[in-house]
Structure formats: C-alpha cells, structure tokens
C-alpha cells in the first residue's frame, strides 16, 4: 500500500532562515507526490506536485520540494521563511489502487515561524 | 479560492441527531472526495464519488452516508452524531479516474473546499 510519513510534529525556523519539512514515502511503481498547506481555520491549499522530470520541482510562495528516489524522500524546502508561513504542512502520495485517484496524506508538520 | 464550496461552515447540533454537509466541487472535475479532520486523527479519507458513483472508502463508520448527484455536487451524511464525530469535514475534488500518466485528468491532484465544522454537544 502506498504511504507518506512526515517524522515531524512541528518545525521551528526563525525568519529569514531557510527551512525544511521532511516527507518519505513508500509506493509501488512511479511515485506521484504532493505538498499542501493548511492555514488556521481554512481549508488545504495545494503547493507542489511531483510527477516525473526535474527533481526539484518548484511550487506556491516561493515553496520548492526535492524528489529523492534513493532515499526515498520529498522534502518541503524554502530558502527564506516568512512568519506568513506558520501552517500545517501536509505531504501525500497518489494512490490509485482499483483504478481511481485518491491520496494518501501524511499526520502532517506544524510549521512555526519566529520573527 | 480553490473553487469547491462547502455548507454549511459551522454546524452545531446535539448527540445523536443527522446532519447533512454540501459539497459542490470545481467547474468539470467529476470526483469529489471527503475526509474527515480530527484533532487526534490526522486527515482521514471518508469517501471519494465519481461522475455519480462510489469509487473508494476510506474509513467511513457505517453511520455516515454519502452521494453524488447528477450535477456533481455531493452530500455526507452523519447520522445518530456522537461526541467524538465533532470535527472539520472537508470536500475535495479533482480528476477522473487514476489512467495513465499523460493522459487527460491523471496527475490525482486535489482541490479542497473550506470545511464544515461540526460540533456535536
């Protein structure tokens, strides 16, 4: 079955630091990864999405992720972080098990962001 | 906005009553899909419809319900509401069916609406 883990509960980045939320995953076949965001009191908001090709792919508010296949991983980076970013930050996985897309999502990260 | 719009935002109503939560999904995608937000669960996939028809369950309880009617929107039903079902309920929709990569309506990305909160006292 395909899964994402997200091996962090929260992350603490002061502003103007880059950061990073971790994501690994398990597939079978070819992985099709996505980040969303989710701010208080609102619904999630996609990011980024890795299908195939580069392996940085860049996404929504200067958000980029890393596909590693080696390791297995998709890790949410961003070179600068804005207090703007505090969220809830959730990985998934396609999953498309009896021929119909789903996905799969990770217990998410809790991005804090200190000025 | 993602385009999905859900009703109500809030909702609350009383132990073992039925609640129904509308979800009207983005202009030409045919799946919608439900989960469920808790604040010890995570993201819980409940259900996903297609054009009309069931097409996967996640971890639905048998006291909730759902379709998707002709013009796509769709609805969830609650029923017999306990305590521990009060949490966010969003609504997804997106593409079609898991083809190929590279063909139409394949990449699986979702389009969240912004949730009914539902309390239950």
């Known amino acids: 079955a395909q899964s994402v883990a997200q091996p962090e509960d929260q992350v603490n980045v002061a502003e103007g630091n880059p950061l990073t939320v971790k994501c690994t995953y398990s597939v079978s076949g070819n992985p099709y990864l996505f980040w969303y965001v989710q701010y208080p009191n609102r619904g999630l908001q996609f990011l980024l999405k890795?299908?195939?090709?580069?392996?940085l792919v860049k996404g929504s508010y200067g958000f980029e992720a890393e596909f590693n296949k080696s390791q297995t991983s998709f890790h949410l980076k961003k070179p600068s972080a804005l207090v703007s970013d505090s969220a809830l930050y959730f990985c998934?996985?396609?999953?498309?098990?009896?021929?119909?897309?789903?996905?799969?999502f990770g217990a998410g990260t809790r991005l804090a962001v200190h000025p | 906005d993602s385009g999905v719009t859900q009703t109500p935002k809030h909702l609350i109503t009383a132990t073992g009553q039925r609640v129904t939560l509308r979800c009207s999904p983005r202009s030409g995608d045919l799946s919608v899909y439900w989960y469920q937000q808790s604040l010890d669960q995570g993201l819980q996939f409940l259900i996903q419809?297609?054009?009309?028809?069931?097409?996967a369950k996640g971890n639905i309880l048998e006291r909730f319900s759902a379709q998707q009617f002709p013009d796509l929107h769709s609805e969830l039903n609650l029923s017999s509401l306990e305590l521990g079902d009060s949490a966010l309920y969003f609504c997804a929709s997106g593409d079609s069916t898991g083809r190929l990569p590279g063909t139409s309506g394949s990449l699986g990305e979702q389009f969240f609406g912004p949730g009914t909160r539902l309390t239950v006292l």
């Open positions: 419809y297609y054009n009309g028809e069931e097409r």
């Open positions: 890795y299908i195939t090709g580069d392996n």
């Open positions: 998934a996985v396609r999953d498309i098990t009896g021929g119909y897309n789903k996905l799969i």
